[in-house]
């Protein structure tokens, strides 16, 4: 399990006690902390999703999302807490959501992050072993072993692509990896092999091309991740304490901007039509400028990124 770093911590104790936990978690998402800790899993996950198990070749941190377990929308305490947090692809991700794979279910509030597999409904990417608990035909169609897969296949619509938006099945696709494979050796066969142990052979010679690719692109990620170790020791807690509270400030700002816009527009509809001025008898009446009151007023346009933002969210390849 990834964990981070001691200086981090010192930054993370010393925001959380600073802050409410609303404004420490929007602190988290927006800081190097975040950005280091998602290279370190993918070097830790060798840059392979926590649920799919498919291999990514990019280090961009935009490529990839911090993945929460138990999700941020119930269990916002463990928002940044190492044993909650992998790196997974935008497509298991955004499938998985605001799932909640704590077991059992009901069950009271927790101070305490789980740490045992069973209380878990999916394979855990930090306490579980994931080809215990599922098999893949090319990265493609997954099937499972037990209801941990079952359930990983489910909440994350691992089949959803293959098969609802590429119309396969498990008999097209291997039929067409058998082809593949016979095509590979060149040679006839007396007796056809188990297609399993056809699935397993094409399986290693997939894995080993991207093995290769996946080793050149991990020399590279820590020496990277080198840099941001030592950048991190450099930085100040209280700098961290400064931007988050002014953060959590300008978020406060925008939402009381948003509240009095609310009771302007509520004031304005609320008018009787009766007591708007009518023209003064003799005069022309000018043409009406009356416009929906939703369009009095528009947001401010997106300003620059400043150059904490820019620091934190740059990545590189």
């Known amino acids: 399990m990834i964990e981070f770093l001691e200086s981090e911590i010192a930054e993370i104790d010393a925001v959380r006690a600073a802050v409410d936990e609303a404004a420490f978690n929007s602190w988290f998402d927006n ?9 370190a ?12 198990k498919r291999f990514f070749d990019t280090v961009n941190n935009n490529h990839w999302d911090l993945e929460h377990v ?27 959501s605001q799932e909640d794979v704590l077991r059992p279910q009901p069950h009271p509030p ?26 893949h ?26 098969v609802e938006l590429g119309g396969l099945t498990y008999d097209t696709l291997v039929a067409a990896i058998k082809a593949n494979y016979f095509d590979l050796i060149d040679n ?11 699935l397993a052979a094409m399986a290693r010679v997939q894995d080993g091309g991207e093995e290769l690719r996946i080793q050149a692109r991990l020399t590279a990620l820590s020496a990277t991740l ?19 509270e002014a953060l959590a400030a300008k978020k406060m700002a925008t939402r009381e901007q948003g509240n009095m816009m609310v009771r302007v527009l509520t004031a304005i509809q609320a008018t009787p039509s009766t007591a708007r001025a009518e ?37 590189e390849e």
């Open 31 to 39: 800081s190097e902390i975040k950005a280091r800790f998602k290279k």
């Open 41 to 52: 899993c993918m070097m830790a996950q060798r840059l392979r999703c926590c649920y799919c």
């Open 70 to 96: 138990l999700c941020e929308r119930d269990y916002p305490q463990f928002f940044a807490t190492p044993g909650n947090l992998a790196v997974a692809c935008k497509d298991c991700n955004n499938a998985k």
């Open 110 to 135: 927790i101070a305490d992050l789980p740490t045992e597999s069973i209380s878990y409904s999916i394979p855990h990417p930090c306490l579980d072993q994931w080809d215990s608990h599922m098999r």
């Open 137 to 162: 035909v090319n990265y493609q169609i997954y099937t499972s072993i037990g209801d941990k897969g079952t359930e990983l296949i489910s909440v994350c619509k691992l089949n959803k692509r293959a």
């Open 188 to 198: 006839p066969v007396d007796t056809v092999p188990p297609d399993d142990h056809i």
């Open 226 to 244: 080198a840099g941001l170790d030592r950048k991190a020791k450099k930085r100040k807690v209280e700098t961290a304490i400064a931007k988050a």
């Open 279 to 315: 023209p003064v008898s003799g005069r022309s009446a000018r043409p009406s400028m009356a416009v929906a009151p939703e369009m009095l007023f528009l947001p401010a346009p997106k300003r620059e990124a400043d150059a904490h933002d820019k620091t934190a969210n740059k990545e």
